[in-house]
C-alpha cells in the first residue's frame, strides 16, 4: 500500500508541475513576465493569470488549470494516504 501511495503521489506531483509549467509559458508568451528565481511562486500567480486569460479569449477556463488542480488535489490525496499508512 505504501508503494502504491508513494508512485501516485510522485506521479500527481510531476503532473502538477508540468500543467503549472505549461501556464507559465503560456502566460510568457501573452506578455506576463516571470522571474526565474520565483518560479514556485510564479507558477501560482501564473495560474490565475492563466484563468483570466482563457476566460477572455475563449469564454471559458483553459483545460491546463483544471489539470493542475486535479494534480495537486490528487497529490494531497496520496500524501494523507501514506502519512495514515505510516502511522498505522
Not at 501573452?30 to 476566460?55: A, D, F, H, K
Not at 483553459?62 to 495537486?72: D, E, Q
Given at each position: 500500500m505504501t508503494t502504491i501511495a508513494l508512485v501516485t503521489l510522485l506521479g500527481c506531483a510531476a503532473w502538477a508541475v508540468t500543467a503549472g509549467l505549461l501556464t507559465v509559458r503560456y502566460c510568457q508568451l501573452r506578455g506576463t513576465s516571470i522571474?526565474?528565481?520565483l518560479l514556485g511562486i510564479?507558477?501560482?500567480r501564473?495560474?490565475?493569470r492563466y484563468r483570466e486569460l482563457t476566460v477572455a479569449e475563449?469564454?471559458?477556463v483553459?483545460?491546463?488549470f483544471y489539470h493542475f488542480i486535479i494534480a495537486i488535489n490528487a497529490a494531497l490525496i496520496a500524501a494523507i494516504v501514506l502519512l495514515l499508512v505510516k502511522i498505522m
Amino acid at each position: 500500500m505504501t508503494t502504491i501511495a508513494l508512485v501516485t503521489l510522485l506521479g500527481c506531483a510531476a503532473w502538477a508541475v508540468t500543467a503549472g509549467l505549461l501556464t507559465v509559458r503560456y502566460c510568457q508568451l501573452r506578455g506576463t513576465s516571470i522571474n526565474p528565481l520565483l518560479l514556485g511562486i510564479g507558477m501560482l500567480r501564473c495560474l490565475g493569470r492563466y484563468r483570466e486569460l482563457t476566460v477572455a479569449e475563449t469564454g471559458h477556463v483553459g483545460v491546463l488549470f483544471y489539470h493542475f488542480i486535479i494534480a495537486i488535489n490528487a497529490a494531497l490525496i496520496a500524501a494523507i494516504v501514506l502519512l495514515l499508512v505510516k502511522i498505522m
